[in-house]
């Protein structure tokens, strides 16, 4: 039987943004905060030895700059540019969660300093230490693109910046402060509060969800001849069978586009009498 030689290609498609006509109003400096701040608020207690948190119960949104600000746009010279600027990344985000000081607190222990860790969460979230004034910042944290899932928090009014694509989904990451040696950064066990957990509500921007997927494609020479295309799990085989996937032409070629699940076939051409 006469076989021809084939070609597989695997395709993966590749996620774009849709962009959208806007008129320019205004050129943010820095990034809003979306909203009130929600304030976990930060004790330190003696009689136990241990820090404690009050969680408001508010769930901040994130929010992407089309939503909050229509028509505005940030600074491409600020570092957070191309993660929230709708021309670039067009991530929701907030910045309303705050972790402070309770007035109430004792003084820490001497030696002492406190972190925050964040213990788990959905993976769609990203963490930013911001900064407004020079020299500003959008540096990852709390695990973000590889940086350490704790921060050394010097106890003043903290609000991280929080990303996430747009969409309609929940979203959450519990969070813990403790203390540690203030020379060698060794967790002083005990002194935790306890596992805090933060929620968001997300927005989606408008613009439509793009599909992403990989898919498998054969193609041929056109050579005058007829052919059938056929697949086996293995080789040798006897039992080829039919592709029902109608062929469609790509560029000049005929095509049969696949699921990425027949990467791990075989394939062979049958002329047609």
Same mark, same amino acid.
């Given at each position: 039987?006469?076989? +021809? ?14 962009? %959208? ?7 943010? $400096? ?5 909203? @009130?701040? =929600? ?54 985000? +907030? &910045? ?5 000081? !309770?007035? %109430? %607190? ?10 925050? &860790? &964040? ?6 979230? *990203? /963490? ?14 709390? *695990? %973000? ?12 009014? /903290?609000?991280?910046?929080? $990303? ?20 060698? @950064? ?5 002194? @935790? ?7 968001? $509500? ?20 056109? !050579? *005058?001849?007829?052919? =059938?295309?056929? +697949? ?42």
């Amino acid at each position: 039987m006469k076989q +021809s030689q084939f070609l597989i290609q695997g395709l993966a498609a590749v996620a774009v943004t849709c962009g %959208t006509a806007r008129a320019l109003s205004a050129t943010l $400096t820095m990034v809003p905060m979306q909203g @009130g701040m =929600v304030m976990p608020m930060v004790s330190y207690r003696s009689v136990d030895s241990r820090l404690h948190v009050m969680v408001p119960g508010e769930a901040p949104q994130l929010t992407p700059l089309l939503v909050s600000h229509p028509g505005d746009a940030f600074d491409p010279v600020d570092p957070w540019y191309d993660a929230l600027d709708p021309a670039r990344g067009g991530l929701s985000f +907030s &910045r309303r969660y705050g972790f402070v000081m !309770d007035a %109430t %607190t004792e003084p820490l222990p001497a030696d002492s300093a406190m972190w925050i &860790r &964040r213990l788990e969460g959905s993976p769609e979230l *990203g /963490f930013y230490r911001y900064s407004a004034s020079d020299p500003k910042a959008w540096e990852p944290i709390f *695990g %973000t693109d590889g940086s350490p899932t704790a921060w050394q928090w010097n106890g003043m009014m /903290f609000h991280p910046g929080v $990303t996430a694509m747009p969409g309609a989904e929940s979203l959450s990451a519990t969070f813990e402060v403790y203390l540690a040696n203030a020379t060698t @950064g060794e967790e002083l066990p005990g002194t @935790g509060t306890g596992p805090m957990l933060l929620n968001w $509500t997300n927005v989606s921007d408008g613009r439509p969800v793009l599909g992403i997927a990989m898919r498998v494609v054969i193609d041929w020479p056109e !050579d *005058g001849q007829s052919y =059938v295309l056929e +697949s086996a799990d293995a080789l040798p085989s006897a039992n080829w069978t039919t592709v029902a996937t109608e062929p469609v032409r790509i560029g000049d070629r005929p095509s049969v586009v696949l699921e990425a699940a027949a990467a791990t076939r075989f394939f062979r051409l049958r002329p047609v009498p």
